[in-house]
Structure formats: structure tokens, C-alpha cells
T-cell receptor
Framework: GAVVSQHPSRVICKSGTSVKIECRSL??????MFWYRQFPKKSLMLMAT?????????EQGVEKDKFLINHASLTLSTLTVTSAHPEDSSFYIC?????????FGEGSRLTVL | GDSVTQMEGPVTLSEEACLTI???????????LFWYVQYPGEGLQLLLK?????DKGSNKGFEATYRKETTSFHLEKGSVQVSDSAVYFC?????????????FGQGTRLTINP
């Protein structure tokens, strides 16, 4: 089946630094990808919809200057957490539409010290 | 807005036990309902779905019936296996918001002991 891969799976960084998370569709082209955030014992919250070749659409309450999304190709979307702070520590998950179905990456755990 | 509420975990059962994970929803439109499963170290995978009232989704021995009258979509399995240990997410999509815009429950961690 279709595969979506995220990298890195885990990242630890110092407060104030920026972190980039990649989401790749390995065997299909994805014009649309989604980024979610999951807090402990909470549901996945949609952060933004990433569209290839255009600006991402952010959900209400998500800071677009804080969470930069770039979808420069049909197989890659990146989420950059800028000037990360401890409250940005979370599990970030991407998904992509392939053949009309939604496929998820394995998630990236960010810990900001 | 739309929301999904799941049975709070973690849930621990012995092999061959019966499983029910409760899921209820609120939605203004006509949602499709889903169960996703996340095995350790892997991404979420679609387990089953139902697109209209009274539909039953089934896969790998799991079943869930779309009950509009009780706004529920409980996940059931008659005899669980150790390999069913995972986190299970109930979700809905409202066709008016876009089929791929999913609203998730908080997830229920299931552990099956041999």
C-alpha cells in the first residue's frame, strides 16, 4: 500500500532553535498533505493543510509564522517549528492523500529543552 | 463544532477476551466515521469505516456500526490477540468540511496480555 514517511522520528533541541520535520510520500504523488499535532492523552489536532505549489491553509489558532509549512514538490512537505520553546514539545504527524485515501506518517516526537 | 469522544484508556485485556472501545460523536452535518489503528513505531492506518447510518464497517475481526440514534460508533472484537495491541483512534469527517478533514478522538491504548 501507499507509504508516507516522516523524518526525523525523534528530535531534541534547545529552546530558541528551529527544527524541520519532513513528510514524504514514497510511492505516490500527493498534491495535498496535512499536518497534525498530538498532545499527551489528547486527540490529533489538524494544524494546517499543505498544498503543493501554494501557501498552506492554517487552522484557527495555529501561528503560521511559528509553524512554517513548505510543499515544494509532489512528494515532500516540510514543517519547520521556528524559535522552538518547551511548549512546542509534542508529537507531529503528517498525512497525505493517495488514490483517494488518506495515509499517515509514523509521527515525529519533538522535545524542546 | 464537530467532536469525537472515546473511551479513556489504557485498556488491558487477556488474549481471547471480548473488546469494546466506545466512541460517540457530535456533528452538524452527515459525517463518515472511521477507526484508525496505530501499531508501535508505525503511522496511523485505516482499520474500518462507515459512511452512513446503520452501515457496519469490519476488518481483521473488528466491527463497528454507525448508530445515528445514539451518535455512536463503538469498536468491537469478539476475541482479541496479542497482535491487536495498539492505539485506536475514532474519527469523523464531515462532507461539508471536506472528506479528508478528519476530527479525531483522543485515542485509546489497548494492551493484550498472553
Amino acid at each position: 500500500g501507499a507509504v508516507v514517511s516522516q523524518h526525523p522520528s525523534r528530535v531534541i533541541c534547545k529552546s530558541g532553535t528551529s527544527v524541520k520535520i519532513e513528510c514524504r510520500s514514497l510511492d505516490f504523488q500527493a498534491t495535498t498533505m496535512f499536518w497534525y499535532r498530538q498532545f499527551p492523552k489528547k486527540s490529533l489536532m489538524l494544524m494546517a493543510t499543505s498544498n503543493e505549489g501554494s501557501k498552506a491553509t492554517y487552522e484557527q489558532g495555529v501561528e503560521k509564522d511559528k509553524f512554517l509549512i513548505n510543499h515544494a514538490s509532489l512528494t515532500l512537505s516540510t514543517l519547520t517549528v521556528t524559535s522552538a520553546h518547551p511548549e512546542d514539545s509534542s508529537f507531529y504527524i503528517c498525512s497525505a492523500i493517495g488514490n483517494g485515501e488518506l495515509f499517515f506518517g509514523e509521527g515525529s516526537r519533538l522535545t524542546v529543552l | 463544532g464537530d467532536s469525537v469522544t472515546q473511551m479513556e484508556g489504557p485498556v488491558t485485556l487477556s488474549e481471547e477476551a471480548c473488546l469494546t472501545i466506545n466512541c460517540t460523536y457530535t456533528a452538524t452535518g452527515y459525517p463518515s466515521l472511521f477507526w484508525y489503528v496505530q501499531y508501535p513505531g508505525e503511522g496511523l492506518q485505516l482499520l474500518l469505516k462507515a459512511t452512513k447510518a446503520d452501515d457496519k464497517g469490519s476488518n481483521k475481526g473488528f466491527e463497528a456500526t454507525y448508530r445515528k440514534e445514539t451518535t455512536s460508533f463503538h469498536l468491537e472484537k469478539g476475541s482479541v490477540q496479542v497482535s491487536d495491541s495498539a492505539v485506536y483512534f475514532c474519527a469523523l469527517s464531515d462532507r461539508f468540511q471536506g472528506a479528508q478533514k478528519l476530527v479525531f478522538g483522543q485515542g485509546t491504548r489497548l494492551t493484550i496480555n498472553p
